[in-house]
């Protein structure tokens, strides 16, 4: 079993750790003064933790709307300034409930159970929670971290296939990063590189905790990924999204001239994924206009094109040939 992780946040100390039975959750459960919040497919598939708030893991729960809802359940349930939540869960479900304890009765503990390999492996730690406003993905949100993340590698047997790969996104996105695509294999232990990739993001958060430097480097994928999501009326899962965000801006990087160590590897990788995902693609996700209109109205938009690129590692560069993308876009399409 891997050792126990810390992260020093300014707003309050956590810790991520690896347990092996789902008893453990199920005691939390039981405490007094606790209240579950549980995605649906997990009830579903694991009927011994269908307890508390059982909640659709939908994008429409994750707005102002789903919110509300939340935490007026919250509310009916007498829920308190000393209550504890226990969210058990994939992004959605850590986005939302996240959200609502940051902001019910100005902040309630919550312990935090990733049941995906997206949240496993990236988005439990770092303390961002959000909700959509409208088509705008994210734009509502607080930092506000988890009082305690609990690891259980089990969830991931009942994944699907397409989920799973969505999962590894990040991964290959952080070794990317990293400039070690060669150790992204498929054939390796998944809890060592959730264990990896949770030790990188935590080295990143230590300098910069709240997105203003080194932080933003994680964004790498995400620019064009998210708003493929909008494109596709979030028919791709975010992780696949990110995969082919990588791929478009590893491509930029090469066209304007940057020298990245092991190009061809990691457009390979990210062609494999994809193809294993089984996911179909649909070639008007591509369209240059669209995701330049989604791009400019992004949260982290500053109304110039900002992306991270790669040399021999990541940096953020304002990006005004247009051709370029268009490029990029039309050889990540027709490569899969």
């Given at each position: ?20 039975t ?11 003064n ?20 059982i909640v ?14 939340l935490?007026?359940k919250l509310?009916e349930?007498?829920a ?11 992004g ?10 940051s902001?019910?009765?100005r ?10 390999l997206l949240?496993?492996a990236?988005?439990c730690?770092g303390?961002?929670?959000s909700?959509?406003l ?6 509502i949100g607080?930092f ?14 009942t ?7 969505s ?6 996105k952080?070794n ?9 294999d498929?054939s390796?232990?998944i809890?060592e590189?959730?264990?990896e ?7 990143i ?10 932080r ?13 999501e909008t494109?596709?009326?979030?028919n791709i899962p975010?992780g696949?999204?990110?995969i ?17 160590p092991?190009?061809?590897m ?6 494999k ?10 070639k ?9 209109e989604?791009?400019?109205?992004d ?9 991270v690129?790669?040399d ?12 370029v ?12």
């Amino acid at each position: 079993m891997h050792s126990k992780l810390t992260i020093d946040s300014s707003i309050h100390s956590y810790t991520i750790e690896f347990i092996n039975t789902i008893e453990v959750i199920q005691d939390l459960m039981k405490e007094p003064n606790t209240i579950s919040i549980v995605d649906s497919n997990v009830a579903r598939l694991y009927p011994e933790l269908k307890d508390g708030i059982i909640v659709e893991a939908t994008e429409k729960a994750k707005t102002l709307e789903g919110a509300e809802e939340l935490l007026t359940k919250l509310s009916e349930r007498r829920a308190n300034v000393k209550t504890k939540l226990i969210v058990i869960g994939g992004g959605i479900i850590q986005d939302l409930a996240g959200f609502c304890a940051s902001v019910y009765a100005r902040g309630i503990e919550y312990i935090l159970i990733p049941t995906t390999l997206l949240a496993q492996a990236d988005s439990c730690v770092g303390g961002k929670t959000s909700i959509n406003l409208r088509s705008k993905k994210n734009l509502i949100g607080t930092f506000y971290p988890p009082s305690k993340i609990l690891i259980y590698k089990e969830f991931l047997n009942t994944l699907t296939r397409t989920d799973y790969i969505s999962g590894l996104g990040e991964i290959y996105k952080f070794n990317i990063l990293q400039n070690n695509i060669e150790q992204f294999d498929l054939s390796r232990d998944i809890l060592e590189m959730i264990y990896e990739g949770l030790s990188y993001k935590i080295s990143i958060l230590k300098k910069d905790e709240f997105d203003k430097n080194e932080r933003r480097f994680l964004n790498y994928g995400h620019t064009f990924g998210h708003a493929i999501e909008t494109t596709s009326n979030n028919n791709i899962p975010h992780g696949l999204a990110v995969i082919l965000g990588s791929m478009i801006a590893i491509r930029i990087s090469k066209y304007l001239g940057y020298d990245i160590p092991n190009y061809d590897m990691i457009l390979n990788n990210g062609v494999k994924l994809i193809r294993e995902s089984q996911i179909q693609l649909e070639k008007d996700w591509f369209n240059l206009e669209d995701l330049l209109e989604i791009v400019k109205s992004d949260k982290k938009s500053t109304g110039k094109l900002t992306m991270v690129l790669m040399d021999k590692e990541p940096f953020l560069k304002n990006i005004d040939d247009t051709e370029v993308i268009r490029t990029a876009l039309n050889e990540t399409y027709e490569s899969i």
